[in-house]
Nanobody
Framework: EVRLVESGGTTVAPGESLRLSCAAS????????MSWVRQAPGGGLEWIASMTAGGGNIFYSDSVRGRFTISRDNGKSILFLQMRSLKTADTAMYYC?????????RGQGTLVTVSS
């Protein structure tokens, strides 16, 4: 059974940085492409970043490219999202998902609030 547990969400001020983590289990993480998606209050799911299994290919949405960095530790089965220069528009529930440009299966999410 795929299990994904996100953590690291909190409230930060605009311009600050934050790193999210996603602990994966129940599948071969090191052989799986992984993604981050988010859902803003009242909005739909938005794919924002993906990384292939070995990390050789990385993709970002236009909304986060240049500010967010996806990375992974295959030895520990953890996916990361480093977020910099956060904006109020980045306020959302953040999820990790198994697959390339995938929105599911995903975890229960971690809430990031960007507010002054």
């Amino acid at each position: 059974e795929v299990r994904l547990v996100e953590s690291g969400g909190t409230t930060v001020a605009p311009g600050e940085s934050l790193r999210l983590s996603c602990a994966a289990s129940g599948f071969t993480f090191s052989a799986s492409s992984m993604s981050w998606v988010r859902q803003a209050p009242g909005g739909g799911l938005e794919w924002i970043a993906s990384m292939t299994a070995g990390g050789g290919n990385i993709f970002y949405s236009d909304s986060v490219r240049g500010r967010f960095t996806i990375s992974r530790d295959n030895g520990k089965s953890i996916l990361f999202l480093q977020m910099r220069s956060l904006k109020t528009a980045d306020t959302a529930m953040y999820y990790c998902a198994k697959g390339l440009r995938a929105v599911a299966p995903r975890g229960q999410g971690t809430l990031v609030t960007v507010s002054s």
